[in-house]
Each structure stands twice: as C-alpha cells, then as structure tokens.
Nanobody, 126 residues
C-alpha cells in the first residue's frame, strides 16, 4: 500500500489549496478514506472523511463550509479542496486508509486506519 500526498505549501489567510492523495497497492474502491492533520501542539485530528463510493462524507466542525473532500475512483485519488484558509489550519496533512473493507463512520478515530501517507505541509500565514 502506498499513499502519496501533494498540494501543500504556504498560503495567505483567505487563500485556497487543493490537496491530492494518490493511492496504490490496494483496491481503492473498497475502502473509505480520510484526511487527518497534525500540529505539534494538538497532535493528530480528523479533518474529513469519505466512504468508498463517495456517497457519505463528514467534516470536523471547524472546516465545514470551507473544505470539500472528494475522490476519483478511476484515478485512485483522494482530494481535499481547502478554501478561506485560516492560520489555525496550519498543519501537516495526511491521507489515511481505513483498515476494514466497506467500513465507514462519521467520526473515525486513529484505530480505524492501517496506512498513512507521508504528509504534506500546509502553512497559512500573512
């Protein structure tokens, strides 16, 4: 299994970024996926998740209305469109694969995942 994130970088408050996560080594359409972020002070926190077919989606409250998760199962790719970014969004963003085929929960915890990408840094600063 390999998960490779990209799309992070520096951005000013109010700006936008689109993160991508290319997956390989497993049947992408069988598994729900999440975006998780980590900061030195807060540890890892769930950002957004999507079920295997893209029919169910959830977000943490602080990103609702600003972030949009999606997936393209033809391209084995997970996306996170981030708009109206604020400094509190600064973090290392990871994509994570659920360990159980077909499983989906609204608020997953870290135990749900068996593979993580290497992360892509997002820094929101003026």
């Amino acid at each position: 299994v390999q998960l490779v994130e990209s799309g992070g970088g520096p951005v000013q408050p109010g700006g936008s970024l689109r993160l991508s996560c290319v997956a390989s080594g497993f049947t992408f359409t069988d598994y729900a996926m999440s975006w998780v972020r980590q900061t030195p002070g807060k540890g890892r926190e769930f950002v957004s998740g999507i079920d295997n077919m893209g029919n169910s989606i959830s977000y943490r409250d602080s990103v609702k209305g600003r972030f949009t998760i999606s997936r393209d199962n033809r391209k084995n790719t997970l996306y996170l469109q981030m708009n109206n970014l604020i400094p509190e969004d600064t973090a290392l963003y990871y994509c994570a694969k659920y360990q159980t085929r077909g499983r989906w929960v609204q608020k997953p915890i870290s135990d749900e995942y068996d593979h993580w990408g290497q992360g892509t840094q997002v820094t929101v600063s003026s």
